[in-house]
């Protein structure tokens, strides 16, 4: 029973190592960065099977190539069994040929499987994808990303074999990227363009701006026409470039771009600043349904409840809406905030239907 079940994880484990060994042909294949070359070299120092592994299935995705050119095919297969050794079957096949053939159909199998996971996405994929004031949803696409969609927000995505375009053209989304070095993942917010690989952000498209937050690895900023960065006319094999005026954006930064026009015609700069941790936090809080202040003007605090809420918060004096505020409240409860403020800072609330109108008390005399 013992060496039953010890059989059992031994073969799991091969089969572990077969999988990962065809994943890293593939990606190989595609291209590694700098760093994905040494996990792979960290990789291969592990276990002694996986060297092994690796080079047979590399050889399988030879041959698998190879047959795909038909004047080829005959003479490598010929070439690469005939040196193989091995009994006779009785239907006059070697015993080791049909064996190896096995394990290449195996290998194959595994290879092909895993170029399918990785391979681009077909050039017909298009969706439209919208929130409703309140509400927030997560889109999974086809090649492995993620689309988390904040409240009244609206994207559309075009996928083609050369790239990954989302155009968000109203609200704020956040993109978990899955890496396809071969096929950029672009996205569009009014004259701003982000390009990454495979990476973790966050967009922002408000009435005269772009914010860009990078929770994980980077991404290149540019403010430009939208559609004016696509690497229309470049071959499929090569990645597009980055333009020369963006901006890199790494993990931990914020970028913040303008899309109002300097006085004299000219593109406003592309600021990118360092963020720390419990900004980076606060800036993603939407995701779990939450909406945190910390020294907020009010004015700013009031208008991240209405993106959120039917009724509408409205300031009535300036000085009130430079007020601090600072707490932590579901997005929907707007009723909640306006009786801390009624309660706690002077503030009285008029309501009239869906429109709440907030002003300072006035202040009675003393006799």
Known sequence: MHSSSMRAR??????????????????????????????????????????????????????????????????????????????????????????????????????????????????????????????????????????????????????????????????????????????????????????????????????????????????????SPPGAVAAASMPRSAPAEIPSRSKLVAAGEKAIVSLAKAPDGAEQAIVVAELASPQIENALVWQTRRLEFSGTPLSEVVAEFNRYNRHQLVIADEALGSQSFGGAFAPERWDALVEILEQGFGVSAERNGQVITLRRNQLVPEP
């Open 10 to 223: 031994d073969f799991d484990d091969i089969s572990a190592i077969e999988r990962a060994a065809a994943e890293w042909v593939v990606r190989r294949q595609n291209g590694l960065t700098e760093a994905e070359e040494k996990e792979f070299e960290n990789w291969l120092k592990g276990a002694q099977q996986r060297s092994t592994f690796f080079a047979e299935m590399e050889e399988t995705s030879q041959m698998l190539d190879q047959l795909r050119k038909p004047a080829r095919a005959g003479e490598a297969a010929t070439a690469d069994f005939r040196a193989i050794p091995g009994r006779r079957r009785a239907d006059g096949r070697s015993q080791t040929w049909w064996l190896s053939m096995a394990g290449l159909a195996a290998a194959a199998a595994v290879l092909v499987a895993i170029k399918w996971r990785q391979a681009p996405t077909g050039p017909d994929y298009a969706q439209v994808l919208a929130t409703d004031v309140g509400e927030l949803r997560r889109f999974a696409l086809p090649d492995g990303s993620v689309i988390h969609l904040n409240t009244d927000s609206s994207a559309r995505v075009n996928f083609n074999e050369r790239e990954r375009r989302v155009e968000l053209s109203r609200g704020e989304a956040f993109f978990s990227v899955a890496p396809q070095p071969r096929q950029p993942f672009w996205v569009e917010a009014g004259a701003v363009s982000v390009r990454a690989v495979g990476t973790a952000f966050n967009v922002r498209l408000k009435s005269q701006s772009v914010e860009v937050v990078v929770k994980e690895g980077k991404v290149s900023v540019d403010q």
